[in-house]
């Protein structure tokens, strides 16, 4: 039982990466219809920027000055890539835009790897709570799981907040559910794209400082993408509450199966829990099943 209840507290923590990451791909399907391959690279981009401003060799910040950082630095990164990237390609096949997305992140990459102090390495951003463990019971609990849970929970409150009350999050929601009604009733359908861009990789820069504790940061963390990607569809590809909930699925399922099943199982683990929920939900568990007469 004390094994059951670590690793369950170890799933839900590595399923909040998960889930945050996934969000950051329904943020972008849900407003452009369009599939950000790349929101894995953007989150291992952000762990680097963190590095830089902790690093005692550059910036020096404190932990959570350097957070700040990073989120600034990838919602500025996002939005340049949206109107840059993204924009000029508006209303081409969805093949080519999910092609640039993957090239995007490829780029991204590639950039990494020839930055100075940065490159093929392995880096460790050091955090205020990463020797700490809270034990209840018979149970040590890290501290460092126990603050990417709060942390996830902290970071999808306020985003809910932000799309229930503040002007510019109630503009993304009519966006994001008809473009054209919202272009007719005044709102900047552009702009708010471009913002919901610097949103979701502001998001996918919080996963990464959640992670890189546990990964470390090197420039292949953004491989985590082709877990969160099953998160998203096992939730409802287009659901936010869908993205958390399959996040924390993926993460605890993971979990037990590098515990309690043969090596390897854990590697595919994701892939199997997405194809029984969707010989069940076959538009995932929050998804909407669309209907057409003909």
């Not at 939005?79 to 490829?106: D, N």
């Not at 950039?111 to 102090?117: D, E, L, N, R, S």
């Not at 994001?176 to 794209?193: D, E, K, T």
């Amino acid at each position: 039982m004390v094994d059951l209840l670590q690793l369950l507290v170890a799933g839900v923590s590595l399923g909040c990466v998960y889930a945050l990451v996934a969000l950051g791909f329904v943020l972008i399907y849900k407003a452009t219809e369009t599939v950000n391959f790349a929101q894995g690279d953007l989150m291992m981009l952000g762990a680097f920027f963190a590095l830089t401003a902790a690093s005692p060799v550059m910036l020096n910040l404190p932990y959570w000055a350097a957070i700040l950082f990073a989120i600034v630095c990838m919602a500025a990164i996002g939005m340049l890539t949206e109107r840059v990237v993204l924009r000029p390609v508006l209303g081409q096949p969805a093949f080519t835009v999910v092609m640039i997305t993957i090239g995007v992140g490829f780029v991204l990459r590639g950039v990494v790897t020839m930055v100075p102090g940065w490159g093929t390495d392995t880096h460790q951003i050091p955090t205020p709570f990463a020797n700490d463990v809270w034990p209840i019971g018979g149970v040590v609990l890290p501290v460092q799981q126990l603050m990417v849970i709060g942390l996830t929970v902290a970071l999808c409150v306020l985003l809910y907040l932000f799309f229930r009350f503040a002007k510019l999050g109630v503009a993304m929601q009519a966006t994001s559910q008809n473009q054209l009604a919202a272009f007719y009733m005044g709102i900047p359908v552009r702009r708010v794209n471009m913002m919901i861009w610097g949103i979701s990789a502001a998001v996918a820069a919080f996963a990464g400082l959640l992670l890189a504790p546990v990964t470390f940061v090197h420039s292949n963390m953004g491989y985590i993408g082709l877990k969160a990607f099953p998160a998203a569809v096992v939730g409802g590809f287009g659901s936010v509450p869908g993205a958390i909930v399959g996040g924390l699925i993926i993460g605890v399922v993971e979990a037990l199966a590098g515990y309690y099943l043969p090596e390897g199982f854990k590697d595919v683990a994701a892939y199997v829990v997405v194809l029984v929920v969707l010989l069940v939900w076959p538009s995932g568990i929050f998804g909407e099943t669309a209907k057409k007469k003909v």
